[in-house]
């Protein structure tokens, strides 16, 4: 990937790209070869403008394709910039139902996701879904030591921070917070937030209006 493209992504299109990546798959299991901007637009509901230019964006190859792009061609640079080729190895804190979910969650895996360990405060179980449950103490020096670089938090907002501040001792670079604590992280850190509260006050406001 270019840094020229690279420069011209923005955060919403780089959002966009799993939405791309899945249908761009299916087209690719039913052996179509070439799609263009406005079909994938029709199939996604999306602007045709704004697909056309998240396209060029990704696009590697010299020029414009005046028949459509290449479906496996394009499907592969979507997956460079995400970094779906690479395996990002993570660990989660918290081992209730929604780390449970996150754990089994097969399209993360698709996606180049492992979660190589999960923490809880009283581990109750050696595993949960197949990975191993440690005493959340450790968790500094197990990310240290294995040199990863995502943490995932499913805790009680009250516990939060304090994870946080573990995971950041540890050297994490990245962290997915499923609470609804804004985290205080070093300016070097990325925090991307998933709270579901918020989320679900947009639709009951949405319903409040519409009923």
Not at 84 to 113: K, P
Not at 184 to 198: C, M, T, W
Request: one cysteine or more; charged letters at 20%; hydrophobic letters at 45%.
């Amino acid at each position: 990937m270019n840094e020229c493209n690279q420069q011209v992504i923005t955060i919403q299109a780089l959002q966009r790209m799993p939405y791309y990546i899945q249908q761009l798959k299916i087209l690719k299991e039913n052996k179509v070869e070439t799609v263009s901007a406005p079909r994938i637009a029709e199939l996604l509901k999306l602007n045709e403008v704004q697909v056309r230019k998240d396209f060029a964006a990704v696009y590697t190859a010299k020029g414009k394709p005046k028949t459509g792009f290449p479906v496996t061609e394009l499907l592969n640079n979507m997956e460079e910039l995400l970094g779906y080729h690479n395996i990002n190895e993570a660990v989660i804190v918290g081992s209730g139902s929604l780390a449970r979910a996150i754990i089994t969650d097969e399209s993360l895996q698709n996606f180049g996701l492992e979660i190589v360990a999960a923490f809880d405060l009283n581990p109750a179980d050696a595993e949960s879904c197949g990975v191993k449950i440690l005493a959340s103490d450790k968790i500094s020096n197990l990310c240290r030591r294995m040199k990863i670089h995502i943490g995932i938090i499913t805790v009680p907002a009250a516990q939060a921070q304090v994870v946080c501040d573990q995971l950041v001792a540890g050297g994490i670079l990245a962290v997915w917070n499923f609470t609804p604590v804004r985290l205080s992280v070093p300016e070097y850190i990325l925090v991307r937030n998933e709270n579901l509260a918020a989320s679900f006050a947009i639709l009951s406001n949405h319903l409040k209006k519409t009923l």
